[in-house]
């Protein structure tokens, strides 16, 4: 298992301590996603909508990911306060 945080901190190490290899990356920067989804077969995308939410669907869907059996997209929306 391949998880991609946006950076070094104690999540990061939880993820490694269950043992995923874990790779620090920008789901807005295509050459960190070609690095992150290179050899996979299944990917499953998360991340709340936000401002930048279709930027990083777009990225993380093309490219190596085009070679993905799999493409898992969960997001959440949540009510305006």
Request: aromatic fraction near 4%.
């Amino acid at each position: 298992m391949r998880a991609m945080v946006r950076s070094e901190d104690e999540r990061a190490q939880a993820l490694r301590d269950k043992g995923a290899e874990v790779v620090i990356g920008d789901l807005l920067d295509l050459d960190s996603m070609h690095r992150t989804i290179a050899g996979c077969e299944t990917m499953y995308f998360g991340m709340s909508v936000s401002d930048t939410y279709l930027a990083a669907t777009v990225t993380g869907g093309s490219g190596e990911a085009s070679r993905v059996k799999a493409f898992i997209n969960m997001s959440q929306m949540r009510s305006p306060r």
